[in-house]
């Protein structure tokens, strides 16, 4: 059974910093796109990032325009784990976060930001951030 589990989110002040993780479990390769969403109140969930590995030391990550610069997403391979390092929090970033994987290759994806690409979704962890 295929099981993604994100932790990590939290109350932070604006300017500071959270790291969120993604455990995976289940998947019988290791190189399928993990992305990362958010959901804030009253809007519709957006893609943010993804990160699937191409080999053994190469990855690719995608980044929407406004996380890029300030969040980073990484993956540990040996611990099966998904990070979502987010750096300058603003008010604007309090959200509920997912991550979600997609059965397809990182080559078959035709949008990494469509919820549709991906067959697998955590259970969500709540980021606030305050003014």
């Known amino acids: 059974e295929v099981q993604l589990q994100a932790s990590g989110g939290g109350l932070v002040q604006a300017g500071g910093s959270l790291r969120l993780s993604c455990a995976v479990s289940?998947?019988?390769?290791?190189?399928?796109?993990i992305g990362w969403f958010r959901q804030a109140p009253g809007k519709e969930r957006e893609g943010i990032t993804c990160i699937s590995s191409i080999s053994s030391s190469d990855t690719f990550t995608f980044y929407a325009d406004s996380v890029k610069g300030r969040f980073t997403v990484s993956s540990d391979r040996g611990k099966n784990t998904v990070y979502l390092q987010m750096n300058s929090l603003q008010p604007e970033d309090t959200a509920v976060y997912y991550c979600?994987?997609?059965?397809?290759?990182?080559?078959?994806?035709?949008?990494?930001?469509?919820?549709?690409?991906?067959?697998?979704w955590g259970q969500g962890t709540l980021v606030t951030v305050s003014s």
């Open positions: 979600a994987a997609s059965e397809s290759r990182w080559y078959d994806l035709v949008n990494w930001r469509d919820l549709d690409e991906y067959d697998y």
């Open positions: 289940g998947f019988t390769s290791d190189d399928l796109p």
